[in-house]
């Protein structure tokens, strides 16, 4: 590639919203046939809300709000902040949580006046759920909402559905990706039920759900394993390892540092569309070139 082209692409690049790090990325964007976005904060603003809570049989509304807002409140994660953010609205303070541990892509768990409370993904709760409860999780994940479930010393007392919208630029980006040839893929640590909504709704092609943070790189070389050339969009601190490993990394600019730093494009707009952009760009670039 000319240096001059590569300028003007970059010229281009930033009028479109991508920040192109080096040449080497517009080298790779052209050979991509799979592009692999990650759920949350990606394909969704990320503004994640309690929707919905259900408390089981003779455990009351506000235990269930207190035991689990204690222990999000030593949460990092959006799913936490938006149960504290609920408990706080309705009970005022929370009872402070000792022994907090975070447990990446799963949940959290702490201690909350001497009980022992774990809130995270129904799969990382061993107890059955009772049935009423295990009706409401499904019915949630069926209308691609996220389940969380309250366990307190070891018995299940509630879950909660949290929601967060797709972006408004998402559905459009992965049609126009189809019309270009290439194929859609999300890539989640959420359920796999909850990630077949979201999919379906944004015409996503393939989805990987239940992904630990640890295993997103992995899913990537699966994918360059198969022979496809690989791009990736995400945002999360999760997110970086997978966004170095893939052949073509894009982070959101609302992303995480981390995220910025491993990524070879930047998206500076949050508007879902420059990814087909750029990729249709970095093809026309080098037909010129050639
Ligand atoms: P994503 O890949 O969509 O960004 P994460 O890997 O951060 O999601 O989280 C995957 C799943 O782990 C969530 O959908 C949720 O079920 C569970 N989870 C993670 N952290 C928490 C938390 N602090 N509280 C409750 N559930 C959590
Ligand atoms: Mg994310």
């Not at 300028?7 to 799979?34: H, N, P, Y």
């Not at 307190?152 to 126009?176: M, P, Q």
């Not at 390892?241 to 992303?255: E, F, H, K, S, Y």
């Amino acid at each position: 590639a000319t240096p001059t082209a590569l300028m003007v692409a970059s010229g281009r690049g930033a009028q479109l919203g991508v920040f192109i790090k080096g040449q080497q990325a517009l080298e790779s964007a052209r050979a991509i046939d799979t592009v692999v976005f990650d759920k949350t904060g990606t394909l969704t603003s990320g503004r994640v809300s309690v929707v919905d809570l259900h408390a089981v049989d003779g455990v009351p509304r506000e235990t269930l709000l207190r035991l689990a807002g204690a222990v999000e409140d030593a949460s990092e994660h959006v799913i936490g902040a938006a149960i504290t953010k609920l408990a706080r609205r309705e009970l005022g303070e929370l009872p402070p949580v000792e022994d907090f541990a975070g447990l990446p892509g799963l949940g959290a768990r702490g201690v909350v006046g001497g009980h022992e409370v774990v809130v995270g993904s129904p799969r990382l709760i061993e107890a059955r759920l009772p049935g009423p409860l295990a009706e409401s999780v499904s019915r949630w994940e069926t209308l691609g909402r996220t389940a969380v479930v309250v366990a307190r010393d070891g018995e299940v007392a509630g879950g909660f559905a949290l929601a967060d919208t797709a972006r408004a630029s998402a559905k459009g980006a992965v049609a126009e990706l189809h019309r270009l040839g290439l194929r859609t893929v999300m890539l989640t640590g959420d359920n796999r039920a909850t990630a077949k909504a979201v999919a379906a709704e944004l015409g996503i092609g393939e989805v990987a759900a239940e992904v630990l943070p640890a295993g997103k790189a992995e899913a990537i070389e699966k994918l360059q394993a198969e022979g496809r050339v690989v791009a990736m969009v995400g945002d999360g601190v999760n997110d970086a390892p997978a966004l170095a490993r893939a052949d073509l990394g894009l982070a959101m600019v609302t992303g995480t540092d981390v995220a910025l730093g491993a990524a070879d494009l930047v998206l500076v707009r949050t508007e879902l569309s420059v990814v087909p952009c750029a990729i249709r760009l970095a093809r026309a670039t080098l037909r010129t070139i050639r």
